[in-house]
């Protein structure tokens, strides 16, 4: 019984020692790549919404009743475009009588200058032909006098009848220049002819401002008013996007900002219309950082005409490219051993079984892979987790991998975040 167990511990003893051997003789099993040339391309995706250059709420500058709302929310208008119109009896009537004064002062005018003046000239006339009949008529006593044939009254009564006659000449001198183009009478009436004018231009424009008008070529956002409301200065009738370029406003997180430049492109989505993308390119980057969300404000232009679709406030998906290499060599970063600062690393490279370490000097990098600019050739084979120690025996196996295979999705509707994607070839 003894040396049947003997036996039985020899054997199992001779079995594992030869399971030692063909381990260490054959290897560890590991994955591994090939490494290969291909291109790279690095995308940074991030959730945007439309916006327009500025958006005015258009309102009443009278108080007044609403009768026609004359567009609906969504419409284009044209700038000048009647919007809303109020009731305007009132300020018909009150341009009618404006009109009506500026006609009576004009008219007075018209008066002075015509008739008022052949009168005013003829009662000169007369004056002045009294006036000399009164200086004959003192002469002719004071002669009479001298001869003895009247009293001296008469002489006094005749020279106050030169004074009477002197006063109405005077008198209708002074009425002679007030009628002269330069003269009181003339530039009263100017004066209350332009007053009246002045009330018929304003109850003109209080007229004009019974319709509420576009000020510019615009859309319409929202509307705020509906016909027989009483609406007063201040109060917005409706809201505008004015026209003008179409942009895309995004929050991009800080920490992709070294990534972003001016003038990159980008492909727009949206989810509503998944098939139909439309291009755009970065066109300003704010200069600071919110510190509220950690974001920085990214607008970007349209390219071409914006999309039929598009609406204000939209939430968009945008892919913009940070970084390409037509071909590059490329290594997944899992096959990476501890990258330092400097963009050198380590990966295991497998030659004749061994898995041998070797440092590499490292470009462009995506979510799952990153380019090799030194230390690595196409064709080398190099484990896909490096957690081996130099020196190990493998048996590799060959994993088919492509950049961009394992990629951890992008931003949807509901990330306002940022997300680095890559594509390769």
Known sequence: MKHRWFWIIAVAAVLMVLAFVAFTTRGVPADVVEVRSGPLLRTLRFSARVATLSRVDVGSTVTGRVAQVL????????????????????WRAALSQAAAAERQAQARLAGLRSTGRSSSNAALQQAEATLRAAQAELARQQQLVAQGFVSA??????RRAVEVAQAQQASARAQVQAIADSGTDVAQAQAQLALARAATQAARVRLAQADVLAPADARVLARHVEPGQIVQPGKALMSLALAGPTQLVAPVDERFLDQLQVGQGAI????????????????????AVDPQRGAVEVKLALEKQPPAFLREDMTLSVDVETGRRERALVVPLSALRAPDADGAASVLVVADGIAHERRVRLGLRTLDAAEVTQGLAAGDRVLLRGILPPGQKVRPAVVAWEPGSDRAGGGSRDDMGSMLGNLGR
């Open 71 to 90: 567009v609906d929310e969504g419409a284009s208008v044209r700038r000048g475009q009647k919007l809303v119109r109020l009731e305007p009896d009132e």
């Open 153 to 158: 009254s008469r002489v006094d009564e005749a």
């Open 268 to 287: 727009v989505v949206a989810d509503a219309f998944p098939g139909q993308p439309f291009p755009a390119k970065v066109l300003t980057i704010a200069p």
